[in-house]
């Protein structure tokens, strides 16, 4: 399970979403992200509204944690800000 940390930190680059979407299609479009950050909902204490889909919603695919790539979700590994980790590590 992948874990939201510092949602407080999320600075919206949205490395996360493209790194995941082009793992499971091969392109660059974030509605085909397993994972959702919406800029619009922030709240200074809690931090970016971040969406993590644990089953497929519309164009959305469920989340596979990478299984296939042999190391940490990309979202794990690229995130600049370490705003998510892995439950029980990878």
Not at 18 to 37: D, V
Not at 49 to 75: F, K, N, R, S, W
């Amino acid at each position: 399970m992948i874990v939201i940390n510092h949602p407080q930190s999320c600075t919206g680059c949205l490395i996360c979403e493209l790194a995941c979407s082009f793992h499971h299609t091969s392109k660059y479009s974030k509605s085909h992200s397993s994972i959702k950050i919406d800029k619009s909902i922030f709240n200074p204490k809690q931090g970016t509204m971040i969406t993590i889909y644990e089953t497929q919603q519309g164009t959305h695919p469920a989340c596979d944690y990478c299984e296939d790539e042999d190391v940490p979700p990309l979202c794990v590994r690229l995130c600049p800000e370490e705003v998510f980790s892995l439950e029980g590590g990878k």
